[in-house]
């Protein structure tokens, strides 16, 4: 397989391709493609949920024995 890549935005669940490779795609009747989508997930906070389920593990983890521990 031969891989193309290109910035694009979705438009009403389709993928807007532009029209310098959408040339090269009608070179033949029919082929077989594998999609993969990565989107911009900036606006997610993935990065909050991960340290408050990082914390949480954390004192999970924390016996009574280690108390010896808090005095150093």
Not at 12 to 18: D, E, F, S, T, W
Request: charged share 35%.
């Amino acid at each position: 397989m031969r891989a193309i890549e290109f910035k694009s935005k979705l438009d009403k669940n389709r993928i807007l391709i532009p029209k310098k490779i959408q040339s090269e795609l009608r070179a033949t009747d029919e082929k077989n493609v594998q999609v993969i989508l990565l989107f911009d997930d900036s606006g997610v906070n993935v990065d909050i949920d991960f340290k408050k389920i990082a914390a949480e593990q954390f004192v999970n983890g924390y016996a009574d024995s280690d108390s010896i521990y808090d005095n150093y």
